[in-house]
């Protein structure tokens, strides 16, 4: 009994960090555009990710482009700006998106 709710524990522990940042991503209308593991309008987090691999100003670099938009990068289609995004949440958006494996 003791073992299972230490695993039960952790495993809340991973996956809620994961699912808030993935309601972040749904409550800034990211998800509209974007999913984890596949291309829709825009890439998918995990080619994001796999791109800015080993960038040390990767997050920096993404939540700019959260807030102001950009184009070019992943093909004709712009991402556009989302303005109403704070430089927090930017962040912590970019830095989650970066995790995506």
Known sequence: MKRT???LALTLTV???????MA???SKNCMACHAV????VGPSYKDVAAKYAGQKDAVDKLAVKIIKGGGG??????????????DADAKKLAAWVLTQK
């Open 5 to 7: 709710l230490i695993t």
């Open 15 to 21: 996956a809620v960090p994961a699912m808030a940042d």
């Open 24 to 26: 972040l991503a749904t």
């Open 37 to 40: 593991d596949k291309k829709l």
């Open 73 to 86: 990068v992943w093909g004709p289609v712009p991402m556009p700006a989302n303005a109403q995004v704070s």
